[in-house]
């Protein structure tokens, strides 16, 4: 079986689903390469995964938006976790730039997992139910 009959067999939704995971797989990838093999002392990977990786997290499940509200959302979205991670480190006397890229890599890839795993269940829910009529919602003579 060529790899075009295989494509044309798996539905839109389940290839999206594995694409978007496989994306948030590359992306905590990508923290931990930044975190540990670099440690922390290259400025523009480090500044790329804390910028790129929150944003991709919220861009990516939500494909169904408008691109102008998924950039605002992705634009929030990376300035308040960076802000909100570098604080609490602060705050607890445990700023490190190596753990500050594995957290905030952490917790975005939990979100985007988790909403793109809600979006995949909420749109297989929406295919499985009918149309329903309320028979007490009609006003009759």
């Not at 540990?36 to 919220?58: I, K, N, Q, T, Y």
């Not at 991670?85 to 445990?94: C, H, N, R, Y």
């Amino acid at each position: 079986m060529t790899a075009a009959a295989l494509l044309r067999r798996v539905p839109v939704r389940t290839a999206r689903l594995g694409a978007s995971l496989a994306g948030a797989a590359l992306a905590l990838l990508a923290g931990w390469w930044a975190a540990v093999v670099l440690d922390g002392r290259e400025p523009l990977p480090v500044a790329a995964v804390l910028l790129l990786v929150p944003a991709l997290a919220v861009a990516v499940p939500t494909h169904r938006l408008e691109p102008v509200a998924r950039a605002v959302i992705a634009v929030g979205w990376t300035l308040a976790l960076d802000t909100v991670v570098a604080q609490v480190m602060l705050s607890l006397g445990a700023w490190d730039v190596r753990l500050g890229v594995l957290v905030v890599t952490g917790i975005s890839v939990a979100v985007w997992v988790g909403v793109e795993l809600a979006t995949a269940r909420s749109e297989r829910a929406a295919a499985g139910r009918t149309p329903r009529t309320d028979a007490s919602a009609e006003v009759g003579p």
